[in-house]
C-alpha cells in the first residue's frame, strides 16, 4: 500500500489519513469512478478519508485497492480558473484583527483579498468552505466567546483559514466583511440525491480570490 497512515474506525470502516490535499483529491476520485462492490460510501475530512464498506470481512478487498492505486500523477485543475468573490469590506472584527497585528485596517484588507484561495473541505454548515491560503500574518485564533447569529454571506478568518458563512448559524470567526454570493441553494438541488451538487456554489479543489468593492465604514 502507498505510504498511508491508516485507522480501523468501527467494524466496517478504514480511515485513510495525512494526506496532502493533491492525493486525497485523486484518491477520492479513484473510488468514486470505479465500481467497488465492498464499499459503501467515502466520507471526505479535512486531511483524510474514511471507507465505510459493506462489511468487515471486506478489508482485505480494500487494502489490495489501496495498493493498487497509482498516485503519482499530478492534479491538474488549470480548467477550473479562478473564481472571484466580491467582499464589502465592514465587518465589525476588522479593527480588533487589525489591532492584533499591529497594523491598519487598509492592510488586513489587503492581506486577506491578495491571496488566492483553495477550498480544502466542506462542513460546518451546508456549503460552508475551509479556505487554505489565508496569509500567515492573519493566522488569528477564534473569538473567545462565539457570536449567537451570523448572517449568511458573511466572510471570515479563524486560525489558519478563511471562510464564508453559507447559511445563518452561531460562529467564533472573525469577521472581515460580506458578500452577496449564495453558496447554498437547496431549491437548485431539485429534491433528489443527482442533483445535490447545484445546490452548492463551490466545491472541493475550487480556487477563489476575494476581491473588494466599494467602500468600507466601520
Not at 491508516?6 to 479513484?30: A, K, N, Q
Not at 465589525?92 to 480544502?120: F, G, K, M
Request: aromatic share 8%; glycine share 10%; hydrophobic share 40%.
Amino acid at each position: 500500500m502507498g505510504d498511508f497512515k491508516t485507522i480501523r474506525y468501527g467494524e466496517r470502516g478504514l480511515l485513510v489519513c495525512d494526506l496532502s490535499f493533491e492525493i486525497r483529491i485523486r484518491l477520492e476520485s479513484c473510488a468514486e469512478n470505479q465500481s467497488l462492490p465492498w464499499l459503501q460510501e467515502v466520507v471526505p475530512g479535512y486531511d483524510s478519508l474514511l471507507f465505510l464498506m459493506q462489511s468487515e470481512n471486506c478489508l482485505p478487498a480494500l487494502v489490495r485497492w489501496l495498493s493498487a492505486q497509482d498516485l503519482s500523477a499530478q492534479w491538474d485543475d488549470s480548467d477550473r480558473g479562478i473564481l472571484e468573490v466580491p467582499v464589502c469590506y465592514n465587518g465589525p472584527d476588522l479593527r480588533t484583527v487589525a489591532e492584533a497585528i499591529q497594523c491598519s485596517v487598509e492592510t488586513v484588507i489587503e492581506l486577506h483579498s491578495s491571496a488566492e484561495y483553495r477550498v480544502r473541505m466542506m462542513g460546518f454548515t451546508p456549503g460552508f468552505p475551509y479556505l487554505d491560503g489565508l496569509p500567515e500574518r492573519l493566522h488569528l485564533p477564534r473569538r473567545g466567546s462565539p457570536r449567537n447569529h451570523i448572517k449568511p454571506g458573511t466572510v471570515a478568518i479563524g486560525g489558519s483559514h478563511a471562510g464564508i458563512y453559507s447559511v445563518a448559524s452561531p460562529g467564533g470567526w472573525n469577521l472581515l466583511g460580506e458578500t452577496d454570493l449564495r453558496l447554498f441553494q437547496p431549491e437548485k438541488s431539485r429534491g433528489d440525491v443527482d442533483g445535490s451538487e447545484a445546490a452548492f456554489h463551490l466545491r472541493v479543489g475550487d480556487r477563489i480570490r476575494f476581491v473588494s468593492i466599494g467602500e468600507f465604514a466601520l
